[in-house]
Protein backbone atom coordinates (compact mmCIF):
# COMPACT_ATOMS: atom_id res chain seq x y z
CA UNK A 1 0.00 0.00 0.00
CA UNK A 2 1.21 3.58 -0.76
CA UNK A 3 1.87 6.31 1.90
CA UNK A 4 -1.20 8.42 2.01
CA UNK A 5 0.14 11.56 3.74
CA UNK A 6 0.08 14.18 2.02
CA UNK A 7 0.48 18.18 2.46
CA UNK A 8 -2.81 19.73 3.56
CA UNK A 9 -2.79 21.64 0.57
CA UNK A 10 -2.68 18.73 -1.47
CA UNK A 11 -6.16 17.44 -0.11
CA UNK A 12 -7.10 21.04 -0.83
CA UNK A 13 -6.51 20.59 -4.55
CA UNK A 14 -8.86 17.41 -4.61
CA UNK A 15 -12.28 19.42 -4.21
CA UNK A 16 -12.85 20.86 -7.53
CA UNK A 17 -15.29 23.61 -8.55
CA UNK A 18 -18.87 22.42 -9.28
CA UNK A 19 -17.91 18.93 -7.26
CA UNK A 20 -20.19 17.63 -3.92
CA UNK A 21 -18.59 17.89 -0.72
CA UNK A 22 -19.52 15.68 1.99
CA UNK A 23 -18.44 16.75 5.35
CA UNK A 24 -18.88 14.89 8.66
CA UNK A 25 -19.22 16.58 12.51
CA UNK A 26 -21.42 17.53 15.05
CA UNK A 27 -20.79 20.81 16.03
CA UNK A 28 -17.07 20.75 15.99
CA UNK A 29 -16.53 17.25 17.08
CA UNK A 30 -15.45 15.72 13.94
CA UNK A 31 -14.96 18.26 11.65
CA UNK A 32 -12.28 18.41 9.93
CA UNK A 33 -11.86 22.03 10.16
CA UNK A 34 -8.13 22.60 9.02
CA UNK A 35 -9.30 21.22 5.52
CA UNK A 36 -12.31 23.19 5.03
CA UNK A 37 -9.93 26.46 6.37
CA UNK A 38 -7.12 25.43 3.84
CA UNK A 39 -10.36 25.12 0.87
CA UNK A 40 -11.43 28.84 1.79
CA UNK A 41 -8.17 30.44 1.60
CA UNK A 42 -7.66 28.95 -1.33
CA UNK A 43 -10.88 30.41 -2.47
CA UNK A 44 -10.56 33.95 -1.00
CA UNK A 45 -6.89 33.90 -2.84
CA UNK A 46 -7.68 32.42 -6.19
CA UNK A 47 -11.53 32.40 -6.54
CA UNK A 48 -11.12 28.59 -6.61
CA UNK A 49 -13.12 26.10 -6.40
CA UNK A 50 -16.72 27.67 -7.04
CA UNK A 51 -20.06 26.43 -6.83
CA UNK A 52 -19.38 23.44 -4.29
CA UNK A 53 -22.49 21.50 -3.36
CA UNK A 54 -22.36 20.83 0.34
CA UNK A 55 -23.77 18.03 2.39
CA UNK A 56 -23.77 17.34 6.02
CA UNK A 57 -25.98 16.01 8.63
CA UNK A 58 -25.92 17.36 12.01
CA UNK A 59 -24.80 20.84 12.76
CA UNK A 60 -21.42 21.58 12.25
CA UNK A 61 -20.55 24.78 13.94
CA UNK A 62 -19.91 26.78 16.88
CA UNK A 63 -21.58 30.35 16.51
CA UNK A 64 -18.38 31.62 15.74
CA UNK A 65 -17.87 30.80 12.26
CA UNK A 66 -15.88 28.06 12.91
CA UNK A 67 -16.95 24.44 11.75
CA UNK A 68 -18.35 24.21 8.52
CA UNK A 69 -19.02 28.18 9.01
CA UNK A 70 -15.10 28.14 7.10
CA UNK A 71 -16.80 28.24 3.68
CA UNK A 72 -19.23 30.40 3.83
CA UNK A 73 -18.77 32.66 1.22
CA UNK A 74 -21.33 33.03 -1.40
CA UNK A 75 -19.46 31.51 -4.46
CA UNK A 76 -18.20 28.95 -2.90
CA UNK A 77 -21.15 27.23 -2.03
CA UNK A 78 -23.95 27.27 -4.61
CA UNK A 79 -25.97 24.42 -2.64
CA UNK A 80 -26.26 23.14 0.65
CA UNK A 81 -28.07 20.37 2.03
CA UNK A 82 -27.65 19.43 5.72
CA UNK A 83 -29.84 18.42 8.94
CA UNK A 84 -29.13 21.93 11.13
CA UNK A 85 -27.60 25.31 10.25
CA UNK A 86 -27.79 27.74 13.12
CA UNK A 87 -24.33 27.06 14.74
CA UNK A 88 -23.10 28.03 11.41
CA UNK A 89 -24.27 31.71 10.80
CA UNK A 90 -22.62 32.91 8.24
CA UNK A 91 -24.12 29.97 6.29
CA UNK A 92 -27.21 30.62 7.65
CA UNK A 93 -27.29 33.97 6.77
CA UNK A 94 -26.47 33.02 2.80
CA UNK A 95 -29.43 31.03 3.13
CA UNK A 96 -31.59 33.22 4.94
CA UNK A 97 -30.78 36.14 1.80
CA UNK A 98 -31.53 34.04 -1.16
CA UNK A 99 -27.65 33.85 -2.04
CA UNK A 100 -27.23 30.04 -1.70
CA UNK A 101 -29.75 27.22 -2.07
CA UNK A 102 -30.65 25.40 0.69
CA UNK A 103 -32.33 22.09 1.70
CA UNK A 104 -33.58 20.75 5.45
CA UNK A 105 -33.24 16.69 5.41
CA UNK A 106 -33.57 15.64 8.77
CA UNK A 107 -30.54 14.63 10.79
CA UNK A 108 -31.11 10.74 10.89
CA UNK A 109 -32.50 10.65 7.27
CA UNK A 110 -28.79 12.35 6.01
CA UNK A 111 -26.75 9.24 7.81
CA UNK A 112 -28.92 6.84 6.56
CA UNK A 113 -28.83 8.27 2.87
CA UNK A 114 -24.89 7.65 3.33
CA UNK A 115 -25.70 4.08 3.56
CA UNK A 116 -27.97 3.97 0.72
CA UNK A 117 -25.89 5.83 -1.71
CA UNK A 118 -22.87 3.07 0.13
CA UNK A 119 -25.13 0.44 -1.27
CA UNK A 120 -25.88 2.59 -5.03
CA UNK A 121 -29.73 2.87 -3.43
CA UNK A 122 -32.24 5.28 -5.17
CA UNK A 123 -32.21 6.97 -1.80
CA UNK A 124 -33.48 6.81 1.51
CA UNK A 125 -36.92 5.58 1.66
CA UNK A 126 -38.65 6.45 5.14
CA UNK A 127 -41.79 8.02 6.92
CA UNK A 128 -39.66 10.66 8.50
CA UNK A 129 -40.85 13.81 7.33
CA UNK A 130 -44.51 13.22 6.56
CA UNK A 131 -47.18 16.31 7.51
CA UNK A 132 -44.19 18.42 8.15
CA UNK A 133 -42.72 21.20 5.96
CA UNK A 134 -40.32 18.19 4.71
CA UNK A 135 -43.17 16.98 2.94
CA UNK A 136 -43.39 17.45 -0.91
CA UNK A 137 -46.81 18.26 0.08
CA UNK A 138 -45.95 21.47 1.71
CA UNK A 139 -42.32 22.60 0.96
CA UNK A 140 -40.12 19.45 0.92
CA UNK A 141 -37.57 20.80 3.03
CA UNK A 142 -36.94 23.89 0.78
CA UNK A 143 -35.38 26.99 2.97
CA UNK A 144 -35.54 29.78 1.06
CA UNK A 145 -37.63 31.04 -2.09
CA UNK A 146 -34.41 30.89 -4.18
CA UNK A 147 -34.27 27.22 -3.76
CA UNK A 148 -37.40 25.73 -6.17
CA UNK A 149 -36.12 22.23 -7.36
CA UNK A 150 -37.86 19.78 -5.98
CA UNK A 151 -35.76 16.77 -4.73
CA UNK A 152 -37.58 15.37 -1.65
CA UNK A 153 -40.93 12.98 -3.05
CA UNK A 154 -43.88 11.40 -2.35
CA UNK A 155 -43.98 7.84 -3.19
CA UNK A 156 -46.59 5.09 -2.69
CA UNK A 157 -45.41 1.40 -1.28
CA UNK A 158 -47.61 -0.87 -0.27
CA UNK A 159 -50.47 1.29 0.11
CA UNK A 160 -48.57 3.32 2.23
CA UNK A 161 -47.17 7.08 1.54
CA UNK A 162 -43.26 7.05 2.40
CA UNK A 163 -40.49 10.11 1.78
CA UNK A 164 -37.98 9.22 -0.66
CA UNK A 165 -35.05 11.19 -0.58
CA UNK A 166 -32.60 10.91 -3.26
CA UNK A 167 -29.66 8.90 -3.09
CA UNK A 168 -26.47 11.90 -5.17
CA UNK A 169 -22.75 11.14 -6.10
CA UNK A 170 -20.39 12.67 -3.17
CA UNK A 171 -17.17 13.49 -5.30
CA UNK A 172 -14.80 14.41 -1.89
CA UNK A 173 -15.81 13.25 1.40
CA UNK A 174 -13.79 14.90 4.37
CA UNK A 175 -13.45 13.54 7.92
CA UNK A 176 -11.68 13.57 11.11
CA UNK A 177 -9.69 11.03 13.12
CA UNK A 178 -7.30 10.72 16.05
CA UNK A 179 -4.33 8.53 14.55
CA UNK A 180 -3.77 7.65 11.25
CA UNK A 181 -0.73 4.97 10.29
CA UNK A 182 0.97 5.80 7.03
CA UNK A 183 -0.98 3.64 5.04
CA UNK A 184 -4.50 5.05 6.08
CA UNK A 185 -5.59 3.12 8.74
CA UNK A 186 -7.84 5.61 10.97
CA UNK A 187 -8.57 5.29 14.96
CA UNK A 188 -10.53 7.99 16.64
CA UNK A 189 -9.31 7.37 20.54
CA UNK A 190 -9.38 10.79 21.33
CA UNK A 191 -12.58 11.83 19.69
CA UNK A 192 -15.94 12.70 21.49
CA UNK A 193 -18.01 11.18 18.90
CA UNK A 194 -17.48 7.91 15.95
CA UNK A 195 -20.63 9.99 13.93
CA UNK A 196 -21.15 8.66 10.47
CA UNK A 197 -17.41 8.72 9.57
CA UNK A 198 -16.97 4.94 8.10
CA UNK A 199 -20.45 5.03 6.15
CA UNK A 200 -20.18 8.20 4.24
CA UNK A 201 -16.32 7.01 3.37
CA UNK A 202 -18.18 4.01 1.63
CA UNK A 203 -20.65 6.57 0.14
CA UNK A 204 -18.09 8.52 -1.46
CA UNK A 205 -16.16 5.84 -2.69
CA UNK A 206 -19.10 3.65 -3.99
CA UNK A 207 -20.06 7.43 -6.08
CA UNK A 208 -16.14 7.15 -7.39
CA UNK A 209 -15.25 10.07 -5.31
CA UNK A 210 -12.32 10.61 -2.37
CA UNK A 211 -11.80 10.28 0.97
CA UNK A 212 -9.94 13.21 2.94
CA UNK A 213 -9.28 12.08 6.61
CA UNK A 214 -7.24 15.55 8.95
CA UNK A 215 -5.85 13.63 12.35
CA UNK A 216 -3.62 14.83 14.99
CA UNK A 217 -0.98 11.70 15.25
CA UNK A 218 1.06 9.21 12.78
CA UNK A 219 1.95 5.95 13.09
CA UNK A 220 3.75 3.61 11.01
CA UNK A 221 2.56 1.49 8.80
CA UNK A 222 0.75 -1.70 10.24
CA UNK A 223 1.12 -0.75 13.93
CA UNK A 224 -2.24 0.60 14.85
CA UNK A 225 -4.63 -1.92 16.80
CA UNK A 226 -6.75 -3.46 14.49
CA UNK A 227 -9.80 -3.17 16.97
CA UNK A 228 -8.86 0.51 17.17
CA UNK A 229 -9.16 0.99 13.39
CA UNK A 230 -12.89 3.00 12.57
CA UNK A 231 -11.91 3.65 8.90
CA UNK A 232 -9.44 0.93 7.21
CA UNK A 233 -7.25 2.30 4.95
CA UNK A 234 -8.88 0.81 1.82
CA UNK A 235 -11.27 3.43 1.95
CA UNK A 236 -8.96 6.59 2.20
CA UNK A 237 -7.20 8.16 -0.02
CA UNK A 238 -5.95 11.17 1.74
CA UNK A 239 -4.22 11.71 5.10
CA UNK A 240 -3.49 15.07 6.39
CA UNK A 241 -1.83 16.18 9.76
CA UNK A 242 -3.41 18.95 11.69
CA UNK A 243 -0.80 21.67 12.17
CA UNK A 244 -2.56 23.25 15.12
CA UNK A 245 -4.80 20.88 16.89
CA UNK A 246 -6.16 23.21 19.64
CA UNK A 247 -7.44 25.60 17.08
CA UNK A 248 -8.35 22.91 14.55
CA UNK A 249 -8.90 19.77 16.12
CA UNK A 250 -11.26 20.40 18.93
CA UNK A 251 -13.32 17.91 20.51
CA UNK A 252 -16.07 19.85 21.49
CA UNK A 253 -17.03 23.42 21.40
CA UNK A 254 -15.64 24.64 23.93
CA UNK A 255 -13.24 21.90 25.12
CA UNK A 256 -10.17 21.08 22.99
CA UNK A 257 -9.36 17.59 24.77
CA UNK A 258 -10.98 15.46 27.66
CA UNK A 259 -10.72 12.06 28.92
CA UNK A 260 -14.10 12.27 29.90
CA UNK A 261 -15.64 12.71 26.96
CA UNK A 262 -13.35 10.46 25.16
CA UNK A 263 -14.83 7.69 27.21
CA UNK A 264 -11.15 7.42 28.98
CA UNK A 265 -11.55 8.41 32.24
CA UNK A 266 -15.05 8.25 34.48
CA UNK A 267 -15.73 11.44 37.08
CA UNK A 268 -17.95 11.23 40.55
CA UNK A 269 -21.73 12.39 39.61
CA UNK A 270 -20.94 14.38 43.16
CA UNK A 271 -18.22 16.81 41.14
CA UNK A 272 -20.93 18.14 38.60
CA UNK A 273 -23.02 21.53 39.50
CA UNK A 274 -26.54 21.58 40.51
CA UNK A 275 -28.52 23.88 38.34
CA UNK A 276 -30.10 27.45 39.67
CA UNK A 277 -34.03 27.39 40.45
CA UNK A 278 -35.03 29.03 37.48
CA UNK A 279 -37.60 28.81 34.67
CA UNK A 280 -35.58 25.56 33.00
CA UNK A 281 -35.56 23.90 36.53
CA UNK A 282 -38.99 24.39 37.04
CA UNK A 283 -39.64 23.20 33.59
CA UNK A 284 -37.36 20.10 33.77
CA UNK A 285 -38.90 19.05 37.29
CA UNK A 286 -42.26 18.40 36.20
CA UNK A 287 -40.73 16.69 33.07
CA UNK A 288 -38.72 14.36 34.62
CA UNK A 289 -42.07 12.99 36.07
CA UNK A 290 -43.24 11.29 32.88
CA UNK A 291 -40.58 8.63 32.96
CA UNK A 292 -40.68 5.34 34.66
CA UNK A 293 -37.62 3.73 36.11
CA UNK A 294 -35.14 2.04 33.75
CA UNK A 295 -36.63 4.19 30.79
CA UNK A 296 -34.24 4.89 27.78
CA UNK A 297 -34.49 8.69 26.94
CA UNK A 298 -33.59 11.00 24.48
CA UNK A 299 -32.74 14.66 25.60
CA UNK A 300 -33.03 17.59 23.03
CA UNK A 301 -30.96 20.94 23.17
CA UNK A 302 -32.15 23.96 25.19
CA UNK A 303 -34.47 23.47 28.05
CA UNK A 304 -34.29 19.43 28.07
CA UNK A 305 -30.58 20.14 28.69
CA UNK A 306 -31.97 20.78 32.12
CA UNK A 307 -33.55 17.31 32.88
CA UNK A 308 -29.88 15.37 33.03
CA UNK A 309 -29.05 17.80 36.26
CA UNK A 310 -32.01 16.92 37.59
CA UNK A 311 -31.98 13.66 37.43
CA UNK A 312 -28.64 13.54 39.18
CA UNK A 313 -29.87 16.04 41.92
CA UNK A 314 -32.53 13.49 42.35
CA UNK A 315 -30.15 10.96 42.74
CA UNK A 316 -32.22 9.09 39.89
CA UNK A 317 -30.05 9.64 36.93
CA UNK A 318 -28.60 5.87 37.12
CA UNK A 319 -32.03 4.75 36.89
CA UNK A 320 -32.79 5.88 33.43
CA UNK A 321 -30.66 5.36 30.32
CA UNK A 322 -30.02 9.17 28.81
CA UNK A 323 -28.87 8.87 25.09
CA UNK A 324 -28.06 11.58 22.85
CA UNK A 325 -27.88 11.33 19.03
CA UNK A 326 -24.37 11.77 18.12
CA UNK A 327 -24.19 8.77 19.51
CA UNK A 328 -23.51 8.93 23.23
CA UNK A 329 -25.65 6.04 25.42
CA UNK A 330 -25.91 6.16 29.33
CA UNK A 331 -24.30 8.87 31.85
CA UNK A 332 -24.73 12.57 31.88
CA UNK A 333 -24.90 14.53 28.36
CA UNK A 334 -23.68 18.02 28.27
CA UNK A 335 -25.15 20.61 27.72
CA UNK A 336 -24.92 24.54 25.81
CA UNK A 337 -22.01 24.65 23.26
CA UNK A 338 -20.46 21.40 24.56
CA UNK A 339 -24.41 19.50 23.63
CA UNK A 340 -23.37 16.20 21.88
CA UNK A 341 -20.81 14.72 24.30
CA UNK A 342 -21.39 13.17 27.82
CA UNK A 343 -20.33 12.37 31.00
CA UNK A 344 -19.75 8.71 32.48
CA UNK A 345 -21.50 7.23 28.90
CA UNK A 346 -22.26 3.95 29.29
CA UNK A 347 -20.83 3.34 25.33
CA UNK A 348 -20.17 5.17 22.33
CA UNK A 349 -21.72 4.17 19.37
CA UNK A 350 -22.50 4.98 15.32
CA UNK A 351 -24.47 8.46 14.61
CA UNK A 352 -25.80 5.78 12.30
CA UNK A 353 -27.17 3.25 14.42
CA UNK A 354 -28.17 5.32 17.07
CA UNK A 355 -30.69 6.80 14.63
CA UNK A 356 -31.10 3.22 13.50
CA UNK A 357 -32.53 2.93 16.98
CA UNK A 358 -34.74 6.05 17.32
CA UNK A 359 -36.01 5.21 14.16
CA UNK A 360 -37.35 1.64 15.01
CA UNK A 361 -39.11 3.09 18.35
CA UNK A 362 -36.17 1.82 21.18
CA UNK A 363 -36.73 5.24 22.68
CA UNK A 364 -39.36 4.89 26.02
CA UNK A 365 -39.20 9.17 25.87
CA UNK A 366 -37.98 12.37 24.49
CA UNK A 367 -37.69 15.60 25.71
CA UNK A 368 -37.32 18.23 23.36
CA UNK A 369 -37.25 21.96 23.04
CA UNK A 370 -40.15 23.96 21.67
CA UNK A 371 -39.99 27.13 20.22
CA UNK A 372 -43.28 27.94 18.68
CA UNK A 373 -46.56 25.81 19.29
CA UNK A 374 -50.14 26.02 17.56
CA UNK A 375 -53.78 25.07 18.76
CA UNK A 376 -53.32 21.84 16.88
CA UNK A 377 -50.67 20.44 18.56
CA UNK A 378 -47.90 21.51 15.81
CA UNK A 379 -44.59 22.64 16.99
CA UNK A 380 -41.88 24.60 14.77
CA UNK A 381 -38.11 25.23 15.75
CA UNK A 382 -36.85 25.10 12.43
CA UNK A 383 -37.29 28.67 10.71
CA UNK A 384 -38.48 32.19 12.07
CA UNK A 385 -38.74 34.78 9.39
CA UNK A 386 -34.84 34.71 7.96
CA UNK A 387 -33.71 32.84 10.53
CA UNK A 388 -32.65 29.33 9.82
CA UNK A 389 -31.78 26.65 11.47
CA UNK A 390 -33.25 23.37 10.97
CA UNK A 391 -34.78 19.92 12.18
CA UNK A 392 -32.02 18.59 13.25
CA UNK A 393 -32.40 14.99 14.55
CA UNK A 394 -35.50 16.51 15.85
CA UNK A 395 -38.07 15.04 13.26
CA UNK A 396 -36.69 11.56 13.52
CA UNK A 397 -37.13 11.59 17.16
CA UNK A 398 -40.30 13.33 17.87
CA UNK A 399 -42.40 11.00 15.13
CA UNK A 400 -40.82 7.73 16.33
CA UNK A 401 -41.05 7.62 19.85
CA UNK A 402 -44.19 6.69 21.81
CA UNK A 403 -44.14 9.27 24.88
CA UNK A 404 -43.38 12.78 24.05
CA UNK A 405 -42.57 15.61 26.56
CA UNK A 406 -41.76 19.44 24.70
CA UNK A 407 -40.09 21.53 27.35
CA UNK A 408 -39.76 25.65 26.83
CA UNK A 409 -40.74 28.58 28.57
CA UNK A 410 -44.02 29.89 27.80
CA UNK A 411 -43.37 33.15 26.41
CA UNK A 412 -40.17 34.57 24.21
CA UNK A 413 -38.18 37.59 24.98
CA UNK A 414 -37.08 38.90 27.81
CA UNK A 415 -38.59 38.60 30.86
CA UNK A 416 -38.97 38.24 34.74
CA UNK A 417 -40.13 35.07 36.77
CA UNK A 418 -39.59 35.17 40.71
CA UNK A 419 -39.64 31.28 41.99
CA UNK A 420 -39.72 30.59 45.14
CA UNK A 421 -41.47 29.43 48.31
CA UNK A 422 -43.45 26.40 46.22
CA UNK A 423 -45.08 29.52 43.85
CA UNK A 424 -44.23 31.35 40.12
CA UNK A 425 -44.76 35.11 40.99
CA UNK A 426 -44.29 36.91 36.87
CA UNK A 427 -43.38 40.14 37.26
CA UNK A 428 -42.42 40.87 33.79
CA UNK A 429 -43.34 38.90 31.04
CA UNK A 430 -42.14 38.03 27.72
CA UNK A 431 -43.04 39.99 24.88
CA UNK A 432 -43.14 37.32 22.47
CA UNK A 433 -46.16 34.76 21.94
CA UNK A 434 -45.11 31.26 21.35
CA UNK A 435 -48.61 29.68 21.84
CA UNK A 436 -49.68 30.60 18.01
CA UNK A 437 -52.45 30.06 15.92
CA UNK A 438 -50.44 28.56 13.26
CA UNK A 439 -47.02 27.73 13.65
CA UNK A 440 -45.16 29.36 11.26
CA UNK A 441 -43.22 25.80 10.10
CA UNK A 442 -44.71 22.67 10.80
CA UNK A 443 -41.41 21.02 12.63
CA UNK A 444 -43.72 18.34 14.50
CA UNK A 445 -47.22 17.13 13.20
CA UNK A 446 -49.69 17.06 16.17
CA UNK A 447 -52.40 15.60 13.46
CA UNK A 448 -49.80 12.68 12.47
CA UNK A 449 -48.87 12.52 15.98
CA UNK A 450 -52.61 11.55 16.86
CA UNK A 451 -53.27 9.55 14.21
CA UNK A 452 -50.16 7.11 15.19
CA UNK A 453 -51.20 6.89 18.82
CA UNK A 454 -48.25 9.56 20.13
CA UNK A 455 -48.70 10.39 23.79
CA UNK A 456 -47.76 14.60 23.69
CA UNK A 457 -47.23 17.06 26.48
CA UNK A 458 -46.06 20.49 26.38
CA UNK A 459 -44.36 21.30 29.68
CA UNK A 460 -43.83 25.16 30.68
CA UNK A 461 -43.05 27.01 33.78
CA UNK A 462 -46.60 28.05 34.59
CA UNK A 463 -48.50 25.21 33.08
CA UNK A 464 -48.70 21.66 31.33
CA UNK A 465 -50.96 21.39 27.76
CA UNK A 466 -51.19 17.72 26.47
CA UNK A 467 -52.19 16.76 23.27
CA UNK A 468 -55.80 14.84 22.63
CA UNK A 469 -57.15 14.02 19.76
CA UNK A 470 -55.36 16.68 17.60
CA UNK A 471 -56.16 19.79 20.29
CA UNK A 472 -53.78 21.20 22.81
CA UNK A 473 -55.59 20.39 26.20
CA UNK A 474 -54.48 22.43 29.47
CA UNK A 475 -54.24 20.32 31.98
CA UNK A 476 -52.00 21.88 35.05
CA UNK A 477 -51.44 25.13 36.24
CA UNK A 478 -48.47 26.57 38.37
CA UNK A 479 -49.08 27.86 42.02
CA UNK A 480 -49.05 31.45 41.86
CA UNK A 481 -50.03 31.93 38.43
CA UNK A 482 -53.35 33.15 37.53
CA UNK A 483 -55.33 31.42 34.54
CA UNK A 484 -56.67 34.55 32.69
CA UNK A 485 -53.52 36.86 33.00
CA UNK A 486 -50.84 34.94 32.97
CA UNK A 487 -52.00 31.82 30.37
CA UNK A 488 -55.08 32.70 28.46
CA UNK A 489 -54.27 36.42 27.68
CA UNK A 490 -50.97 35.12 26.22
CA UNK A 491 -52.13 33.01 23.94
CA UNK A 492 -53.52 33.49 19.97
CA UNK A 493 -55.84 31.07 20.90
CA UNK A 494 -58.10 28.99 23.48
CA UNK A 495 -56.81 25.88 24.55
CA UNK A 496 -59.81 22.93 25.39
CA UNK A 497 -59.85 22.78 29.28
CA UNK A 498 -62.16 20.16 29.97
CA UNK A 499 -62.24 20.57 33.64
CA UNK A 500 -60.60 23.00 36.24
CA UNK A 501 -56.55 22.31 35.71
CA UNK A 502 -54.58 20.52 37.85
CA UNK A 503 -52.12 22.49 40.55
CA UNK A 504 -48.61 21.59 39.45
CA UNK A 505 -47.14 20.44 42.39
CA UNK A 506 -44.96 23.49 44.78
CA UNK A 507 -42.10 21.34 45.28
CA UNK A 508 -41.19 22.21 41.69
CA UNK A 509 -40.79 26.17 42.70
CA UNK A 510 -38.43 25.68 45.96
CA UNK A 511 -34.77 25.20 45.93
CA UNK A 512 -34.30 22.06 47.65
CA UNK A 513 -34.32 18.98 45.76
CA UNK A 514 -38.14 17.46 45.00
CA UNK A 515 -37.79 14.13 46.52
CA UNK A 516 -40.79 12.95 44.32
CA UNK A 517 -38.95 10.02 43.01
CA UNK A 518 -37.04 8.98 45.61
CA UNK A 519 -39.19 5.55 45.31
CA UNK A 520 -37.16 5.13 42.28
CA UNK A 521 -34.12 4.57 44.17
CA UNK A 522 -35.63 0.69 45.68
CA UNK A 523 -37.06 -0.17 41.79
Not at 62 to 89: M, Q
Not at 144 to 173: C, F, H
Not at 367 to 389: H, P, R, T
Request: net charge neutral.
Amino acid sequence: MRNKIVPMSAAADMIHSGCTLASTGFSVAGVAEEVLETVAERFRTTGQPRDLTVLHAAGQGDWRGNGLDRLGFEGLIRRIIGGHFSSSPKIGALIGENRIQAYNFPQGVMVHLYQAIARREVGEITKVGLGTFLDPRLSGGRMNSGTREDLIRLVQLEGQEWMLYPSMKIDVAVMRGTTADEIGNITMEDEAMFLESLSLAQAARASGGKVIVQVKNVAKAGTLPPRLVRIPCTMVDAVVVCSDPQKYHRQICETYQSPVFAGHLRVPMQSLSTLPLDEKKVIARRAILELQPHAVVNLGIGAPEAVAAVAAEEGIIEKITLTVESGAVGGMPSGGANFGVATNQWAMIDHIQQFDFYDSGGLDATFLGMAEADQQGNVNVSQFGNKVIGVGGFTNISQNTRHVIFCGRFTGGKSRIEIGNGRVNIVQDGTEKKFVSQVRQITFSGAYASKNGQRVLYVTERCVFELRDGRLVLTEVAPGVDLEKDILSRMDFRPEIPRPPKLMNAAFFQAAPTGLLRSWLEK
